[in-house]
């Protein structure tokens, strides 16, 4: 029933790293684009960073440098390797997976994984 399992979050200091994953279930595959994004609280969803299926990534401003992602098309997994962790990194990360079919984009979520940096 699980369509993305997320894992990798935590506690870490400033200055530390945490590596994110990410696997879509069976009955998404051949997803076009999986990505991350995160969530402060109060504030919208914003993207961390997104990779195609064909392994173009994209970066928000404020992490280039300092995260990267990458994904196993043959497995539908997404990893983001965070380094140089800063207090502005917490929040609620999540795994989103996108699917083109008949011409349909459909969105698939994960349920979120909690990142905390301390100072």
């Known amino acids: 029933q699980v369509q993305l399992v997320e894992s990798g979050g935590g506690l870490v200091q400033a200055g530390g790293s945490l590596r994110l994953s990410c696997v879509a279930s069976e009955n998404i595959l051949r997803v076009n684009r999986m990505g991350w994004y995160r969530q402060a609280p109060g504030k919208q969803r914003e993207l961390v960073a997104t990779?195609?299926?064909?392994?173009?990534?994209n970066y928000a401003d404020s992490v280039k440098g300092r995260f990267t992602i990458s994904s196993d098309n043959a497995e539908n997994t997404a990893a983001l390797q965070m380094n140089s962790l800063k207090p502005d990194d917490t929040g609620v990360y999540y795994c989103?997976?996108?699917?083109?079919?008949?011409?349909?984009?459909?969105?698939?979520w994960g349920q979120g994984t909690q990142v905390t940096v301390s100072s």
């Open positions: 990779i195609t299926s064909g392994g173009i990534t």
């Open positions: 989103n997976a996108v699917k083109t079919t008949w011409g349909i984009q459909y969105d698939y």
